[in-house]
């Protein structure tokens, strides 16, 4: 486990302090009610329209497909290289478990697709405005099982990397635990690329000292949104594995690249789970100073050089430099 200074250029540090001076008079996240997700995802969704001439301006393109096992279907975006595939990136989108959807994720996953080769799935999981958190976490299972299984078709032998970022570094991490009951599938997961993701849903220790002024999340409304979450659970019921991934076991897990921020609320959920899960398997891990939740999507150059940094990681886990 390595945990670097990398990040510490103080012109960068400056521009995050910046920006976090703008965080901090807008609203922090926090699930309160199913009616506030619906109305932020209707919204979401409104200002999609016309993604698709994003992708076509990188000559790309997105197709919808209805997947899984039978009996779990689930939907996925897939976005293809314009040349011939290196590999996966089995992609979890974020978003609390209750908003959010692949598209979301187009910028992080057409720079993927450029500069890695590869070919990004997207999982569309049900969301838990309507579906309990284990569906969402059925959602991905099957997604990953009918990629890691096509023996016959467009993926046949292409190695895999998963990336997930907040509720899907949590969905990321649970898919990979439940996996080991298929050991040959799990073979083909070169790696995974986890941003600040949530491994304990009852609150690990940053999450429940987490001071008012937290930026983009809720911090002292973080656990008890996790109750919300798992209804008629009891703490010792939320913690089991793979529901709450921190209390799992990592052997047989492909290296792991980690990323939290300095000033996030979940900041403990990455160094925990990374330390537990370098007993059994390489883990880097980059703890990015003055960072809040969310910090990959913001205008810095911290944010732009971690992102180019995982999408070296996943060429170099797939066997192909990046550019």
């Known amino acids: 486990m390595d945990i670097n200074e990398r990040w510490s250029a103080r012109k960068d540090i400056e521009q995050v302090l910046r920006f976090n001076r703008k965080l901090a008079r807008l609203p922090r996240f926090r699930i309160r009610n199913r009616i506030t997700p619906r109305v932020i995802q209707a919204l979401l969704r409104a200002s999609q329209f016309g993604g698709a001439n994003k992708l076509r301006k990188h000559g790309l393109e997105a197709e919808s497909r209805v997947v899984g096992l039978p009996g779990a279907p689930v939907s996925v975006r897939i976005i293809r290289p314009r040349g011939k595939s290196k590999g996966v990136v089995l992609d979890f989108h974020g978003g609390g478990w209750v908003i959010g959807n692949a598209q979301m994720?187009?910028?992080?996953?057409?720079?993927?697709?450029?500069?890695?080769?590869?070919?990004?799935?997207?999982?569309?999981?049900?969301?838990?405005?309507?579906?309990?958190?284990?569906?969402?976490?059925?959602?991905?299972?099957?997604?990953?099982?009918w990629l890691l299984s096509d023996s016959g078709g467009e993926f046949a032998g292409l190695p895999v990397v998963v990336v997930g970022e907040s509720a899907g570094g949590h969905l990321a991490a649970a898919t990979l635990l439940a996996l080991k009951r298929w050991p040959e599938l799990l073979k083909r997961v070169r790696g995974t690329v986890l941003y600040y993701g949530v491994y304990d849903l009852t609150g690990t220790a940053s999450v429940r000292t987490a001071p008012p002024e937290t930026l983009v999340l809720d911090g002292p409304g973080m656990v008890e949104a996790f109750r919300m979450l798992t209804p008629g659970m009891t703490d010792q019921q939320r913690k089991q594995p793979p529901l709450s991934p921190l209390y799992g076991e990592f052997e047989g897990?492909?290296?792991?690249?980690?990323?939290?921020?300095?000033?996030?609320?979940?900041?403990?959920?990455?160094?925990?789970?990374?330390?537990?899960?370098?007993?059994?398997?390489?883990?880097?891990?980059?703890?990015?100073?003055h960072c809040p939740h969310g910090f990959i999507h913001f205008p810095t150059r911290m944010a732009a050089d971690v992102l180019a940094y995982s999408r070296a990681w996943i060429s170099s886990r797939l066997g192909e430099a990046a550019d």
């Open 105 to 145: 994720n187009d910028d992080m996953n057409i720079a993927i697709v450029d500069a890695c080769n590869v070919t990004v799935v997207s999982v569309d999981y049900r969301l838990a405005v309507s579906t309990p958190v284990e569906g969402l976490m059925e959602d991905c299972l099957s997604a990953a099982r």
């Open 253 to 289: 897990l492909p290296p792991a690249l980690m990323f939290a921020g300095e000033l996030d609320p979940l900041r403990d959920d990455t160094l925990d789970i990374a330390a537990r899960w370098n007993t059994s398997g390489a883990v880097e891990v980059h703890l990015l100073p």
